[in-house]
Each structure stands twice: as structure tokens, then as C-alpha cells.
């Protein structure tokens, strides 16, 4: 593939994984995207499908970039003042909460992102055997597995016997995302304190610390760990992180693998 074909599809890295074919007939690279119609009013919406997870990612990523500017700008000011204890002034308030904000959005997102990706390489079939409080053995499928096992455990403990690779827990990524997850649930199931007259807001301790950044950037590294340590590269894969994404299937025609896919969506 030549080097312009890969900057034009890096352009376009929120796509879910195009097919890619060079097709010798033509000499031309060609790309087939996934795509779906949606009904808005009276009109049918065409557009290739995006990928969720990073679309989730990317929303991450610019609130990351957002707060980092933030916290240079106003919140090290704040924190490296000589006073021991600090008040915010009047005219710093609205830039603190822009700065929370923009945290919290990208903390969110990118646990988000690793959600859905632990939930999406899951196969179908895939099945766990385990022994209940009562001594029975249960079944667990995918729609349970789901439902009741954390995002950790998926990614601890259950993706890496799908892919068949080593477990991350001894990366040193590991400690930050678990914060990750005890942050992001602080958040998402808010609590009252005092007897109900306080609400409970002592994950803001990590948001003044330069370590929220480590701490939102273990979500970007457990997916890449998967997607790097895989023996190939999957339709869910977020576009870029693999070299082998970019990678064209060689074919002598390509109108004949368009009646293929065409064949095979009419037997479906």
C-alpha cells in the first residue's frame, strides 16, 4: 500500500476496519466500508459505520488534551501556591470546573471505550465454568459474563484466555486502571454521606494530582496491549494501532469479491 493510502485511511481512523483489497487488475488499493441506512423525518441516512470504541477514545482524547491545558494554565498555579491551605479565587471558579469537567468527560470515555471492547471481543459462543456458593457448577455465557462480571475481571482475567495471551495484570498499566474503574464508578453511582445531607466527592483528591493523567491513559494502554499482543488484527480493532491494519488483501479483480459479499448478504 503505498504511503498516500495509508495517511488518507489514518485520516478516517474512527472508520470500523475497512475491507482493503489491491486490486492487481486496476493497480489500485480499494477500501469497502461497512455501512448501514437510518431512518431521520423522511430521509435515509447513508454513512460507513463508525467504530464505537473509538469514537470513545477520541472523545477522551480531546477532553485529555483539554484538561492537561487546564491544569498547566490554572490548577498547578493553585496547587504550588505557598499557603497551606489554598481558596480558589472568584475569577479561577469557572476555570477549576471547566477543568473537572473535561477530567471527568475523558476518565468516562475512555473506561467507556474499554468496556465496550471487553464486551465486543467476547465471542458468541464463549462460555465460563464456575462453582457457586452452594457448590453447583454454573454455566456462564456471553450475555452474562456481561451483565455481571466487572470490566476488570473481563479484561484481567477472561480476554486474555480468548486471545490466549498473557495476563496484563503484571503490566504496569494495571495499578493505574483499576484506579481507573474505582474512579469511574464513584462517579457514575454517586453517593450521600452524613446521613444524607453531603454528597460523597473525594475521588476530586486524584484531579489535583498530575497522576490523573497516568490514570486516564491506562484505558488507551489496555486497549492497545490486546490489539498489539493479537495474532491478528479484528474488525473492532481501533484503526492505526496495528501496522497490519493497513495491510491489502491481494486480488486479481475486485468486482469478483463485490458479487461474493453480495452473494453471501442475499443467503443471510
Not at 73 to 82: A, E, F, N
Not at 175 to 204: A, C, G, M, P, W
Request: net charge negative; charged share 35%; glycine share 2%.
Amino acid at each position: 500500500m503505498k504511503d498516500s493510502d495509508k495517511k488518507e485511511l489514518k485520516k478516517q481512523f474512527r472508520l470500523l476496519q475497512p475491507l482493503t483489497f489491491y486490486d492487481k487488475k486496476q493497480g489500485k488499493t480499494i477500501y469497502l466500508n461497512h455501512q448501514n441506512s437510518y431512518k431521520a423525518a423522511d430521509k435515509e441516512i447513508v454513512f460507513p459505520l463508525p467504530n464505537n470504541i473509538t469514537l470513545c477514545m477520541n472523545i477522551s482524547n480531546r477532553e485529555y488534551d483539554l484538561a492537561k491545558r487546564k491544569y498547566f494554565s490554572t490548577i498547578k498555579k493553585i496547587t504550588t501556591r505557598k499557603s497551606k491551605k489554598v481558596s480558589v479565587k472568584d475569577d479561577e471558579i469557572n476555570d477549576v470546573f471547566d477543568y473537572i469537567e473535561s477530567v471527568q468527560v475523558s476518565l468516562i470515555f475512555i473506561y467507556t471505550a474499554v468496556e465496550a471492547f471487553s464486551n465486543i471481543a467476547i465471542p458468541p459462543d464463549y462460555e465460563i465454568e464456575r462453582i457457586n456458593h452452594k457448590k453447583v457448577k454454573e454455566i456462564w455465557g456471553k450475555e452474562n459474563i456481561e451483565r455481571w462480571k466487572s470490566t476488570s475481571e473481563k479484561i484481567g482475567d477472561i480476554l486474555p484466555d480468548i486471545f490466549k495471551i498473557e495476563n496484563p495484570k503484571n503490566e504496569k498499566f494495571w495499578s493505574n486502571f483499576k484506579k481507573l474503574e474505582e474512579i469511574r464508578n464513584d462517579i457514575i453511582h454517586q453517593k450521600t454521606i452524613k446521613n444524607n445531607t453531603d454528597v460523597y466527592s473525594e475521588y476530586f483528591n486524584y484531579f489535583f494530582d498530575h497522576s490523573i493523567f497516568e490514570i486516564i491513559r491506562s484505558g488507551f494502554l489496555v486497549i492497545q496491549y490486546f490489539c498489539l499482543k493479537s495474532d491478528e488484527s479484528k474488525i473492532y480493532f481501533p484503526l492505526g494501532i496495528r501496522t497490519d491494519s493497513f495491510d491489502p488483501i491481494e486480488v486479481d479483480d475486485i468486482n469478483d469479491v463485490i458479487e461474493h459479499i453480495y452473494a453471501d448478504e442475499e443467503d443471510q
